[in-house]
């Protein structure tokens, strides 16, 4: 499979904790992508990260990509309970079709 | 924009039974693709589009044909349905190649095959 891995499989935490998910993955990359689910819904883009990046921020995310350990970590701080969803890291590789794929997902769920 | 719409949001089918899954997009990407989401499992990319016309395999192809005639449409049908089948399907679309862009997804359609 060329899915990326999220760990750990499920977070739980209180609201305005840090919330850290990881995600590995195996072939070189172009780019690598997270996404949130919310329950029932469809997938929201959050961040994209290209392999010349280390870090990316957007808000209380960030995003850091280190290619030597083909790892990646999403970062969310001062979590609150609108934050409780799934979160999916994507990457695109440097050969083959240009498309995404997806790893099986974080749930993290923030505890008012 | 209404962005990436899908229809039916829900359906059962009996196995054996054809459908339609249907995706349209307003914001005139290139680029648009179908994904379906099993439990424990993450998206996998079932059939994708470059362009009105082009049309590609992705992981999971078998059970599924797509065809692509206009920039904002992307159906997807199921020729005769299985049990295996059952599951969320999302489609997608992106301005670019879909590996080096922003995807953005329609809310999905649930379907249940008994």
């Known amino acids: 499979s060329q899915q990326g891995e999220e760990d750990p499989q499920a977070l739980s935490i209180q609201e305005g904790e840090n919330a850290t998910m990881n995600c590995s993955y195996k072939?070189?990359?172009?780019?690598l992508q997270w996404y949130r689910q919310n329950s029932g819904r469809g997938l929201v883009h959050l961040i994209l990260i290209r392999s010349n990046e280390r870090e990316k921020h957007s808000g209380r995310l960030r995003v850091t990509l280190d290619t030597s350990k083909k790892s990646s970590s999403l970062l969310i701080t001062a979590s609150r309970a609108a934050d409780t969803a799934s979160y999916f890291c994507?990457?695109?590789?440097?050969?083959?079709?240009?498309?995404?794929?997806f790893g099986t997902g974080t749930r993290l769920t923030v505890i008012p | 924009n209404a962005g990436v719409t899908q229809t039916p949001k829900f359906q059962v089918l009996k196995t054996g039974q054809s459908m339609t899954l249907q995706c349209a997009q307003d914001?005139?990407?290139?680029?648009m693709s179908w994904y379906r989401q099993d439990p424990g499992m993450g998206l996998r990319l079932i059939h994708y589009s470059v362009g009105a016309g082009i049309t590609d395999q992705g992981e999971v192809p078998n059970g599924y044909n797509v065809s692509r005639s206009t920039t904002e449409d992307f159906p997807l049908r199921l020729l005769s349905a299985a049990p295996s089948q059952t599951s969320v399907y999302f489609c997608a679309s992106s301005y670019g190649a879909g590996g080096f862009e922003t995807q953005y997804f329609g809310p999905g359609t649930r379907l249940l095959v008994l």
């Open positions: 072939t070189s990359i172009n780019n």
């Open positions: 914001m005139n990407h290139e680029y």
């Open positions: 994507a990457t695109a590789f440097q050969t083959g079709a240009n498309n995404l794929f």
